[in-house]
């Protein structure tokens, strides 16, 4: 309830502003400063269906109200505030949410995707302390699926996905068609200022055509330790967080049609280290795609990923297709399929490593015979509209 108030107060605050301002521009005046304030939202809602999908030991298809499949829901504001010497003081909030029940993505947590403040400078670029995207996330402009659920994050669970607390983000300006971005996040434990950090760096390179993009990041859980994910460390399903990834990709510019190529490498040297026995702590993905701008307002996407584990040796593949109808600047109309499909990973084996059973959703596990998963597949398809605000 209390946090159902904030989001009130929080909204009509906004509501407030904004009428404010444009009835009455003295409003920014009477502040004493040179403040740009700027509210955005984007609400996305459709249908998915899936099969073999696997709840409380029954399988099955199953069909929902889509939510940020095709991207997340959320609602947020950019602030700068004009400084002496070309310098400007920024602070960003933004908050993700669910349209199928219309719950914030995390519970009780107002402005989980953003919430810092820092200062910007043309020639300089720009610091922000508080809460970040993690680093990872650059990743968006070297996928040809822009990180849709059916995606680069599928058979690396979530491995480019999340946020990063505590941390600091260093952006630099373009110098010369080259970018770097840096982030540090700290663990805020007394004494122990190696657990719950992590680092990353993006590096890029854009000219009219060509987008390179090479990004390091690594993440510890509260013990220091690089853990991978919930289950078996890196199995098949819930997300690696707590991993080292090294990515390497390019787009290209070809006019009507961009074509995407890319490699990403992910290992959690501790992986498992609850369970008695050896377990996964090395994958490789690459992938292949294309994006082709079939109409003035119609694109469509297909891409491949492929992803081999080193120990358990097991492999995945997911193929997508999709297509984005962009019927105004402000409202898009999409669909997308996809097909995943596992080999089997060595009976002996599945104590520890845990079935190879990759879903199109990395938090979730397919299964076509309810006493086997290991080796299965699945095939869904998502559709929907997305509206900027």
Same mark, same amino acid.
């Given at each position: ?83 002496? /010497?070309?310098? &400007? ?5 933004? $908050? +993700?949410? #669910? ?5 914030? !993505? ?80 700290? /663990?805020?434990? &007394? ?5 719950? $950090? +992590?680092? #990353? ?5 854009? !000219? ?80 292949? /795609? ?100």
């Amino acid at each position: 309830m209390k946090m159902n108030k904030s989001l009130l107060a929080l909204t009509v605050a906004f509501t407030t502003f904004s009428q404010a301002n444009a009835a009455d521009t003295t409003v920014i005046k009477a502040l004493d400063t040179n403040i740009e304030i700027t509210p955005y939202a984007r609400v996305v809602a459709g249908l998915e269906q899936v099969n073999n999908s696997f709840d409380a030991g029954v399988t099955g298809n199953r069909t929902q109200a889509e939510f940020n499949q095709w991207g997340i829901s959320y609602f947020g504001m950019n602030a700068k505030v004009a400084l002496t /010497g070309g310098w &400007s003081a920024v602070a960003n909030l933004e $908050s +993700g949410f #669910g349209t199928n029940t219309g719950e914030l !993505s995390i519970p009780d947590t107002l402005f989980d995707r953003a919430s810092n403040a820092g200062l910007q400078h043309d020639s300089y670029g720009q610091l922000t302390i508080g809460t970040h995207l993690v680093i990872n996330q650059d990743i968006a402009d070297i996928d040809p699926m822009t990180l849709q659920l059916y995606g680069i994050n599928t058979l690396v669970n979530g491995a480019n996905e999340g946020t990063a607390e505590n941390s600091v983000l260093y952006r630099s300006p373009e110098w010369n068609g080259f970018s770097v971005g840096l982030m540090r996040e700290f /663990g805020a434990i &007394s004494g122990y200022s190696d657990r719950s $950090s +992590g680092t #990353g760096i993006s590096l890029a390179y854009h !000219s009219d055509d060509l987008t390179v993009r090479a990004i390091h990041q690594s993440r510890k859980d509260e013990f220091g330790r690089y853990s991978g994910g919930k289950y078996y460390g890196m199995g098949s399903f819930s997300q690696w967080i707590y991993v080292k990834t090294y990515t390497l990709g390019a787009a290209y510019d070809f006019g009507d049609l961009t074509a995407y190529a890319g490699y990403e490498y992910v290992e959690a040297p501790e992986s498992g280290f609850t369970i008695q026995g050896v377990t996964d702590d090395e994958a490789s993905m690459a992938w292949l /795609g294309v994006n082709y701008q079939l109409t003035e307002k119609t694109e469509l996407l297909a891409a491949w990923y492929s992803n081999e584990m080193d120990y358990s040796q097991k492999e995945s593949d997911l193929v997508t297709l999709g297509v984005n109808y962009y019927w105004t600047p402000a409202v898009t109309v999409y669909a997308t399929v996809g097909y995943v499909s596992n080999n089997e990973a060595p009976a002996e084996l599945t104590n520890t490593v845990g079935n190879n059973s990759h879903a199109l959703n990395y938090l979730e596990q397919a299964c076509s015979a309810i006493d086997d998963c290991n080796g299965s597949s699945q095939t869904g398809a998502y559709f929907g509209i997305t509206i900027n605000l």
